[in-house]
């Protein structure tokens, strides 16, 4: 057989994006790795072999804290993008009847997704802010005499902007489980006389399980290795490993922010691995 | 069985009145800056408006000393078309790669999903220092484009393993028996069978690429992309421009949604027709 058909074929095929995924992703990681170990000064990077980098790092208290400070905050998103993610795909899932109907409110859901993340973090501004339209509103009803002041600019804005932003990383994975979910056990768990919390929690729950760890790995991930959020959201109050990385890069002091980055990929990949025991992603496809 | 329109229980009303307020949580605070965006001259950041104008739409082309907004569109429009028809080609590829079992499949695969998962900020780091070492000046559409291939190509490579798992062979099996060549095969059977979904990857990638800004932050070059330009303006700009910006991006990004969905439809149409 000609070409396309041999393993041959496969290799012609595959190497257009092996070659992106080598140039740009692994040899950059690599890069990072080597840079950890070099020295700096203010002006450039210096070719070494030290562990003043990681000494530093792992040394100091601060680390620890932001180290802490971003797993509060994955953890955080992770429970309400869980809680919320899970509760919308259910409704989608099992008790929007006609496919139609599924297809739009499930599309209502995704088209924020394709705009700007950045705008839509700002867009919490004029409703969280001072002045703005929440504070204004319990002020109005005589809820509150001052305005709330933790609205913006706290771990609560950024929290809050996180949720608003990768719910969805919830929601479809969930929802695409749900939907292979076959309805005659749900039918013979009705007819054996299983209420809807018991078919919910001995059927929908465990057999969602894949799009649960999916969803966690995306909104877990993102959140730990995220910078703009916390940085607009938190107006510079608090600090996460993203950040510290975003910092020293614009102190020009590569070769910490590479160890900081080393610790943190170890961390992710550390994450990803335990939940990626709970499911075959491959499979799910 | 005679089908009667069976009652909705309880938890029904619950569980919609919570997507309800979902859907609000999602589209509220757009709604807000959307609003706030034709604030009147004098009008601040929040409520209350004061007056109805065009004033920071037209403010937003004129006033050059905040950033280039015009440049820095442009460049990401650009950037984010080259991203889509290399994501679309390529992506089409690996899907048809991955189809048979080779040596070394389950490693590539597991690149892409590696490519996902690393922090954004890693892959501008690597990146950016990768550049730096070798002297190579980096630029939006060298390093820039790299760096938003590693972000579109797992979710195109995701969407062809839904598409191909799916696929029924014996469509180009009749199409061989009958003669066709591989290209052929490829050209009049499997392509069109795919288009749809090629079309989702290409929007996809497109407003993956237009509103990436973490991949971007050091593998941009000199000249910024919309985003970076975007977030340059939270830090200094305290005028509605900001929001007349925020508008504008949003509505531009649900027309290539809209585009989308209408090329979607019309292939639909043709087929049903054809």
């Known amino acids: ?285 | 069985m005679v089908r009667t329109r069976e009652k909705r229980p309880t938890a029904f009303y619950i569980l919609a009145a919570f997507f309800a307020l979902f859907v609000l949580f999602l589209y509220g605070p757009m709604l807000t800056i959307f609003i706030l965006s034709f604030q009147g001259e004098n009008g601040g950041l929040t409520f209350p408006m004061n007056g109805f104008s065009f004033h920071w739409f037209v403010n937003l082309f004129q006033q050059q000393a905040v950033g280039d907004f015009g440049g820095s569109f442009l460049r990401s429009l650009k950037l984010g078309a080259i991203v889509m028809v290399v994501t679309v080609v390529v992506s089409f590829m690996a899907g048809l790669a991955f189809r048979r079992r080779f040596r070394g499949d389950t490693f590539v695969f597991y690149l892409a999903i590696a490519s996902l998962i690393v922090p954004s900020i890693l892959i501008s780091l690597g990146i950016g220092l990768l550049f730096n070492i070798f002297q190579i000046q980096p630029h939006w559409y060298s390093s820039g484009l790299g760096a938003h291939l590693t972000w579109t190509f797992p979710f195109g490579l995701l969407i062809m393993f839904a598409v191909f798992n799916r696929f029924d062979p014996s469509f180009e099996e009749a199409a061989r028996d009958l003669g066709a060549s591989n290209w052929q095969t490829i050209r009049h059977v499997v392509l069109p069978m795919v288009a749809p979904s090629l079309i989702g990857v290409a929007m996809f990638s497109f407003t993956l690429s237009y509103d990436e800004f973490a991949r971007t932050l050091m593998t941009a070059g000199s000249l910024n992309t919309l985003p970076l330009e975007i977030y340059g303006m939270t830090t200094n700009v305290t005028t509605p421009v900001l929001y007349a910006l925020g508008t504008l991006t949003t509505v531009f990004s649900f027309v290539i949604i809209g585009l989308a969905f209408g090329a979607v439809l019309l292939l639909r149409r043709r087929k049903a027709i054809g």
């Open chain 1, 1 to 285: 057989m000609s070409a396309p058909n041999s393993k041959r074929g496969s290799y012609f095929l595959i190497t257009p994006m092996a070659l992106v995924f080598a140039i740009f992703l692994v040899i950059p990681l690599l890069t990072i790795v080597v840079v950890s170990f070099w020295d700096y000064d203010e002006y450039r990077i210096l070719p070494d072999f030290i562990f003043e980098n990681y000494s530093y790092l792992l040394g100091s208290s601060v680390t620890w804290q932001i180290y802490l400070n971003t797993f509060k905050y994955a953890a955080l998103t992770w429970a309400f993008t869980l809680g919320i993610g899970f509760t919308v795909a259910y409704f989608l899932a099992f008790h929007v009847r006609s496919l139609t109907w599924q297809i739009i409110l499930f599309m209502v859901c995704t088209i924020p997704f394709w705009t700007s993340n950045i705008i839509r973090m700002i867009s919490w501004i004029p409703f969280l802010g001072r002045n703005g339209l929440l504070n204004q509103a319990l002020m109005g009803t005589g809820i509150i005499h001052e305005p709330l002041e933790f609205l913006l600019f706290s771990d609560f804005a950024v929290v809050l902007a996180d949720v608003h932003l990768y719910t969805l990383f919830m929601v479809v994975p969930i929802f695409n489980s749900m939907m292979r979910i076959d309805r005659s056990l749900i039918e013979a768990a009705r007819d054996n006389g299983a209420s809807g919390w018991a078919t919910l929690r001995h059927i929908i729950v465990p057999l969602s399980k894949p799009g649960i760890a999916i969803g966690s790995i995306f909104v877990i991930t993102v959140v730990m290795g995220d910078f703009i959020t916390v940085r607009l959201m938190s107006g510079g109050q608090s600090a996460s490993v993203g950040l510290q990385i975003s910092n020293e890069i614009g102190l020009l002091q590569y070769p910490a922010a590479a160890a900081s980055a080393v610790v943190l990929l170890i961390t992710v990949l550390l994450i990803v691995t335990a939940l990626l025991r709970l499911v075959d992603i491959r499979k799910e496809l």
